[in-house]
């Protein structure tokens, strides 16, 4: 019996020592990429929700593993997603692809969020192989210390030794592999398209403020002040709307209070209002980003170009509600997790004759603690990149966007040290001020109509020429068409009656 009770203290032992050594280890907090921190106009994150903290929270770069900072009570789950918020830098990417790399992450296994995240799920497989060679031993037979093996304590043909046969996995594993693969491709799509939408975001922001910024009508009778006041309005309705679309993609409980300080900060009150009020926020502020452009002075041309990317700028905000509101289908998750759980809980029995040359089976244990871990762990990563949103870096996106768009804005034409050059004749119709009252090319001509019928294109005369047609060979109109109302020039209001006329 004293072999017996030896036995039985071990396993429990060893399943302590499991369950404590899953629940001990503290979370490691990556340290802060403070680049971004030292920019002016950046806004901190709020420390006022999470009070065991001293340190606030920003997007991080590279988890350096070699000076291990410990942080106590840092929540698992959702409270985890706000650490992965990651912007590289160079110095990120050096360590990134250092040779050292895997020494570093193997030292911090146990501080790892996805294997945190993962302990009841663990535990519970590890406690199936605790229960696997446990009842072996009780009712099949163990192997005492001194390596003799002893009979079952229990001895009943109705509890005999359980088992499975290993085929059983071998032939299902491949199917489970290819479901993981699927799950976590199509997870990374999904982050993916993300990201390349805040990317888009990102370049199209920069590129409206360049073009509102140079094309802004130098001819038009403003002040420099006026100038400067109009274009730095565009940038803020640029950043107006990329902060709204990070608030509409973001939970209440975490960014509402933020995004409204911010918009009455940099906003007139009464735009902020309306934009905080709205339905659907970002919708509102790119109309108001809309406004903003139409009251430039620039010409009708130059203001399609600008407008086009804030077509661009609705189409990556449709793009990313499809993502936020259309998960992964849920018949597919909900089989995957219902196969993977099934799979590694039944696994201990298929691996209890694998490990018959350890004592008593023992090594069963961790191994499945291993597989459970690792295979359970690729199905969180598809979970966790499912939802891209609450692991991007957005704030740090909106931060640079009003940097850059407000930078943009304060460049002058010719503070690069060469002149502006005057607007050349040929370009003056692309100004506001010139393009009114200007000569400007004659509409070509086009068939008029005679008594009701349509006639051939009075260009078809040129063959005959009439004297009308010799008065106006030198300005290459052709025969047969009326002058303009004056030799020289026609109006733009002229110009676009005849265009609306077909010519006549």
Same mark, same amino acid.
């Given at each position: ?162 088992? $499975?046969?290993? %085929?059983?996995?071998? *032939?299902?594993?491949?199917? @489970?592999?290819?479901?993981? =693969?699927? #799950?976590?491709? /199509? ?101 108001? $980003?809309?406004? %903003?452009?139409?009251? *430039?002075?620039?010409?009708? @041309?130059?203001?399609?170009? =600008?407008? #086009?990317?804030? /077509? ?193």
């Amino acid at each position: 019996m004293i072999h017996h009770h030896k036995i039985l203290s071990l396993l429990l032992v060893v399943l302590l020592t499991i369950s404590t050594t899953t629940r001990s280890q503290a979370f490691v907090l990556p340290p802060h990429n403070t680049a971004n921190a030292k920019a002016p106009g950046v806004r901190q994150p709020s420390t006022k929700n999470s009070p065991t903290q001293k340190q606030s929270f920003t997007s991080t770069g590279w988890d350096s593993f070699e000076k291990l900072r410990t942080v106590t009570d840092v929540p698992s789950g959702e409270g985890q997603r706000k650490f992965r918020r990651t912007v590289y830098s160079h110095d990120d990417w050096k360590k990134h692809r250092s040779q050292d790399r895997f020494i570093f992450y193997l030292q911090a296994i146990f501080s790892s969020g996805v294997y945190k995240n993962l302990q009841r799920e663990v535990t519970l497989t590890c406690g199936v192989a605790v229960f696997v060679c446990l009842y072996n031993a009780l009712f099949g037979g163990y192997t005492d210390w001194e390596g003799v093996q002893q009979a079952a304590l229990i001895q009943s043909q109705y509890f005999p030794k359980i088992g $499975l046969p290993l %085929a059983a996995f071998t *032939l299902t594993s491949p199917s @489970l592999g290819l479901l993981l =693969v699927f #799950r976590t491709n /199509t997870s990374y799509q999904r982050w993916d398209e993300a990201r390349k939408n805040w990317g888009m975001n990102i370049n199209h922001t920069r590129n409206l403020n360049r073009m509102a910024n140079a094309y802004y009508d130098p001819t038009a009778n403003v002040t420099p002040e006026q100038r400067q006041a109009d274009l730095t309005h565009v940038a803020v309705c640029t950043w107006a709307f990329v902060r709204a679309m990070k608030r509409h993609l973001s939970p209440e409980e975490e960014d509402e209070a933020a995004f409204v300080k911010e918009l009455y900060d940099r906003l007139p009150a009464a735009q902020a209002e309306k934009v905080v009020k709205s339905a659907h926020r970002p919708n509102r502020a790119l109309q108001d $980003l809309s406004y %903003a452009i139409e009251d *430039l002075p620039m010409h009708y @041309l130059r203001k399609n170009e =600008v407008h #086009r990317a804030v /077509t661009i700028f609705e189409d990556n905000l449709g793009s990313s509600e499809r993502i936020l509101t259309s998960p992964v289908p849920l018949f597919y998750s909900r089989h995957l997790a219902r196969f993977l759980a099934v799979w590694l809980l039944l696994l201990p029995f298929g691996l209890y004759d694998a490990f018959a040359p350890s004592w008593n089976h023992m090594a069963m244990i961790p191994a499945t603690v291993v597989i459970s871990t690792m295979l359970f762990g690729i199905e969180e990563i598809g979970t966790q990149l499912e939802e891209p949103f609450t692991v991007l870096p957005m704030q740090a996106f909106c931060d640079k966007i009003y940097n850059w768009c407000t930078e943009i804005q304060s460049w002058q034409p010719g503070d690069n040290g060469r002149p502006a050059k005057p607007v050349r004749p040929q370009h003056a119709l692309y100004f506001t001020e010139q393009s009114v009252g200007m000569a400007l090319p004659m509409p070509p001509p086009t068939a008029t109509m005679v008594n009701g019928d349509r006639a051939a294109p009075v260009m078809a005369a040129k063959k005959q020429p009439t004297p009308v047609a010799k008065a106006n060979n030198n300005d290459n109109r052709g025969g047969g068409l009326p002058p303009p109302s004056s030799p020289s020039q026609l109006s733009m209001e002229e110009f676009l009656k005849r265009q609306a006329q077909g010519g006549s």
